[in-house]
């Protein structure tokens, strides 16, 4: 018997379904289509009804309004036997629709990986691979279907709070990232296999160009910027096959995302081909209310669901609203079955057609311990984490430490499992975590060679309104404790640990709450008590070692002069403790990039470095006067994008290209050697930059279009090849068309995007 049969006969059970696992029919259109002749209006308003399992609704509240046909899916449960007791509701239901449940896992799930920076630092798309999958397995073990990832937006003023969830400013390589996160979360093309879940890329559209960088500011923007900028990452998702998106909670040119019908029908589905699901953020669609295009919540309710929001993410207005405004005439039938066919086929896309009860499992497999190490994926943590740091200053080659030192670890963030997780750490476990003292410990426990004196030094903040406003994040407990005694007597205990020690380690930064949403700050500096902490250990003489964590970058001038050697670590997860002991011993050789600049102070941004060229630009060398730049300070970043060192040193030949020219569908080759001058093994990212010359539009100064990563020992060397073909010249026209104009452009390849060698060639008419 078919599964529809079995459905119109009201055979379909929890037992049935979790042990005889009935065939899916083989055509998704005719299951939908099928599923919505038969429901009846509050049936279809169920479906597009999305609620978070606790905050908004009890579970036995949520199982009866389920059994009703009144929800379609929940967030934000990771528990199996909950989710469970729902899948069991919905097969009480009148047409055993089953839920999906859905869920943040953003940079891992049980094991956490390095945030979204992080992972972008690496340059390496196998390194993103590997955190997909094993939160996909972990997420899915958990009952988990979908995620509301990848977070590709863009983002350029660091001021913002969410740039700590995203791969950074680079359309080129968060579009790559963004489809490697993509293929590791779903697995390959839909349908999505048990083990793996579907993804949501978010936030649907411009949401990391927020006003101000602050969090739900307006976004106001030129067409040619959005697609050139802005838009290719998510396009870079929704081809590389996510099952859905999740639609932005700021206004894009005066009209709220969540309405706006040229965003979501005309370039989503018309343009872009998206055949998914499209859910509103928390509370988007109420919220038209207060954007001001909205009167009333019949209103928004009116314009969301015409607008091509499918699911209604914490919201009661579709419940409430939907069907007087079908009755009314106000919204058609047609836009209802719209947004029900899209949810039943995400449904159907994540299995749970097949088998409702795919990733939930059967009771007696259930986990005992949730948050037991045995469910945890160490190594891969461990190994993803230190590719992540990027290595900003080594005088004197400081780094990697001996083993024999004597080492004062101090700062706030020394011993701090809560901050080594991160922002949106899911399912991540802090007593699971790994912090520095830890790791250091263990490597001088396991090396029996030096010691580590620790002393806390600081608190993050001395700023109680700060440390009050942390404290207040939705976080269960706590998370920012503060040490009761005065700053002096703690830089005393941690001046006195220096004295004694061959060098110091200094764990700065924010505390995660800093770096997160509704996190938007005024100011990049280190908070005051960390830097007065700072100065009083360089004061000491003894080499100083500054390990970064943060979710943005940070204003690091007076640092930069103070420190020894700086390692940006950014948050490395569960893993995090042993894998920067790892980097900073020389277990591991640092070959992380910058995938976002560091301003020189918060008066520099937007810092980043494929600006538009300019009429009057300033010049390194020659007179600022009446060029474009500040005339306090430096022009230009402290720390550029692409940037980092290495323990070895690498050397680049010129630019070697196949022609001078290039015919229309032609190619051009671009070669360099790359060698290792060092005494260390050592990877190198090799980064490959296009300029215009002249078009029929101002063009940035430069932008990425590749690059290659490479494993090179000492004196090695090897040639890497570059393919420039017509695709990598393209941009978008002032009429929005894709083009490759005719002329000269420039092929830059280097180390970074600062240091580069060039050579040009024409592109023919």
Do not use: C
Request: charged share 25%; no cysteine; glycine share 8%.
């Amino acid at each position: 018997m078919s599964f529809v049969l079995a459905l119109a006969a009201g055979l379909a059970s929890p037992l049935a379904f979790s042990q005889a696992q009935p065939a899916a029919p083989k055509s998704k259109t005719a299951l939908v289509a099928d599923l919505i002749s038969r429901m009846t209006l509050d049936e279809k308003i169920g479906q597009l009804r999305l609620i978070s399992i606790g905050p908004e609704m009890p579970i036995a509240q949520l199982a009866d309004e389920i059994a009703a046909g009144r929800v379609g899916g929940t967030f934000n449960s990771v528990n199996r036997p909950d989710n469970r007791r729902l899948q069991d509701a919905a097969m009480k239901s009148r047409l055993k629709i089953p839920m999906f449940y859905a869920y943040d896992v953003i940079h891992g799930h049980r094991t956490t990986f390095p945030i979204g920076l992080g992972l972008a630092s690496s340059w390496d798309l196998g390194a993103v691979d590997v955190m997909a999958r094993t939160a996909a397995r972990e997420a899915s073990a958990d009952s988990i279907d979908m995620t509301f990832a990848p977070m590709v937006d863009i983002a350029r003023d660091p001021r913002w709070g969410r740039t700590s969830e995203g791969f950074g400013e680079d359309p080129y390589l968060v579009s790559e990232i963004a489809k490697a996160a993509v293929k590791g979360f779903q697995g390959g093309t839909l349908p999505v296999p048990a083990g793996r879940i579907m993804t949501a890329v978010k936030h649907f559209a411009l949401y990391g160009a927020v006003e101000g960088g602050r969090d739900y500011n307006t976004v106001d923007m030129s067409p040619m910027r959005m697609y050139q900028d802005y838009l290719p990452p998510y396009r870079a998702a929704i081809d590389a096959g996510s099952g859905g998106v999740m639609v932005a909670l700021n206004s894009i040119n005066g009209v709220p995302a969540t309405s706006n019908t040229w965003l979501m029908q005309d370039l989503l589905r018309k343009d872009w081909g998206f055949k998914g699901v499209a859910v509103s953020d928390h509370g988007a669609i109420i919220e038209l209310i207060r954007h001001g295009v909205a009167k009333d919540e019949r209103e928004a309710a009116k314009l969301a669901i015409n607008n091509g929001i499918d699911l209604s993410m914490a919201d009661s207005v579709y419940l409430k609203e939907l069907p007087g405004l079908v009755k009314s005439g106000e919204v058609s039938m047609k836009a209802i079955d719209n947004a029900v066919r899209e949810v039943l086929g995400a449904k159907y896309d994540m299995g749970l057609f097949r088998d409702p009860y795919l990733r939930i499992g059967v009771a007696k497999d259930d986990p005992p311990d949730l948050n037991a190490d045995s469910r945890l994926s160490r190594p891969a943590a461990r190994e993803v984490a230190r590719k992540s740091m990027v290595l900003l200053e080594n005088r004197n080659r400081t780094l990697p430490l001996a083993r024999s030192a004597a080492i004062a670890l101090v700062g706030p963030l020394a011993d701090a499992p809560i901050d080594m997780l991160g922002s949106w750490s899911a399912a991540g476990y802090s007593k699971n975590a790994v912090t520095l003292r830890a790791g250091l410990n263990a490597a001088v426990a396991k090396d029996g060679k030096g010691r580590v004196i620790y002393a806390r030094g600081a608190n993050i903040t001395n700023d109680e309104g700060v440390v009050k406003y942390l404290n207040f994040l939705n976080w269960d407990t706590p998370e920012v404790t503060q040490d009761p005694r005065t700053p002096a007597e703690m830089i005393a205990e941690a001046v006195k640990a220096a004295q004694q020690a061959d060098v110091v380690v200094a764990a700065v930064g924010e505390a995660r709450g800093m770096s997160h949403e509704s996190s938007s700050r005024t100011s990049l500096d280190l908070p005051q008590s960390q830097r007065d902490l700072i100065t009083a250990l360089k004061a000491t003489g003894k080499p100083l070692v500054l390990v970064l964590m943060n979710g943005r970058p940070l204003a690091l001038v007076r640092e930069q002069q103070e420190a020894d050697a700086i390692l940006e670590t950014w948050y490395t997860g569960t893993e995090g403790g042993n894998a920067i002991a790892d980097v900073l011993y020389g277990d591991y050789n640092p070959a992380g990039k910058l995938p976002i600049s560091f301003p020189r102070s918060v008066g520099q941004i937007p810092t980043y470095y494929n600006h538009p060229r300019l009429g009057r630009p300033f010049t390194e060398g020659k007179p600022g006067n009446y060029t474009s730049q500040y005339y306090e300070e430096v022009t230009g970043p402290l720390y550029p994008f692409g940037y980092g060192l290495s323990y070895t040193d690498f050397t680049l030949s010129d630019v070697t290209l196949s022609s001078p020219t290039m015919a229309r569908n032609g190619k051009v080759e671009a070669s360099v050697t790359v060698k290792n001058t060092g005494q260390r093994a050592g990877e190198a990212v090799v980064q490959l930059y296009i300029q215009d010359v002249a078009a029929s539009v101002v063009r940035p100064v430069k932008e990425l279009r590749d690059f290659r990563k490479l494993m090179l020992q000492p004196g090695e060397e090897r040639q890497v090849r570059f393919t420039v073909d017509e695709d990598k010249l393209k941009f978008f026209n002032a009429q929005l068309r894709r083009v490759a104009e005719p002329g000269r452009f420039n092929v830059q390849i280097g180390f970074d995007s600062q240091s580069v060698r060039e050579q040009g060639f024409e592109l023919l008419q």
